[in-house]
C-alpha cells in the first residue's frame, strides 16, 4: 500500500500495535497486549474506548445483551486484539459479527500470537439495510492483511 492510499487512522492504530509486539514479543496472554495496546494508543494521542460495548439489534429492537469489543478508536474503527498461534476463520466472523452490530464500517484483526506481528483490515462495504436478510446486510472484505515488517 503506498502512502496516498494509506489511511491514517488505521495506520496509527498499526504502528501502535507493531511497537507494543516489538517491546513484548509473542507469548503473552492477550490481557497484557491489551493493557500493552491501550498505554501504545493513549502514548501516540489516538482516542480510544477500551472494552466498548456494541450493541445488537434484532428486527429494530436493541437486545440486552452486547459485543464487547477490544477497542473502539477514533469512534471509527474497531480494533479486536489476538494472542493465538493462528488466525482463522472464527476470529475473522468475530470482527465482522462487531461491524454489522455497530455500524461501525473499519476493523483491525491483530494478533500477537506469532514471531511477526499480523493483522487484517475488514471493511463493512455496503450499508446496513434494516428489512434485508442477514446475508444481504453486510458485506466484507479483508483490505490487506500484513506483517510487521510492512
Do not use: W
Not at 434484532?58 to 493465538?84: H, Q
Amino acid at each position: 500500500m503506498n502512502a496516498e492510499n494509506r489511511d491514517p487512522q488505521t495506520h496509527a492504530i498499526i504502528g501502535g500495535a507493531i511497537e507494543v509486539h516489538r517491546q513484548l514479543g509473542s507469548g503473552f496472554l492477550e490481557a497484557v497486549y491489551q493493557e500493552a495496546m491501550a498505554c501504545e494508543l493513549d502514548a501516540r494521542g489516538v482516542s480510544f474506548k477500551a472494552q466498548a460495548e456494541l450493541p445488537v439489534f434484532y428486527k429494530g429492537t436493541r437486545l440486552r445483551c452486547t459485543y464487547k469489543a477490544d477497542f473502539v478508536c477514533y469512534d471509527a474503527v474497531i480494533v479486536e486484539l489476538k494472542a493465538l498461534s493462528a488466525l482463522t476463520s472464527i476470529e475473522q466472523s468475530q470482527v465482522l459479527n462487531y461491524l454489522k452490530a455497530s455500524g461501525i464500517e473499519r476493523a483491525l484483526l491483530i494478533n500477537f500470537g506469532k514471531q511477526k506481528l499480523e493483522f487484517q483490515r475488514l471493511v463493512r462495504s455496503t450499508p446496513l439495510r434494516h428489512s434485508a436478510s442477514s446475508a444481504d446486510e453486510i458485506s466484507t472484505m479483508p483490505a490487506e492483511a500484513g506483517a510487521e515488517d510492512h
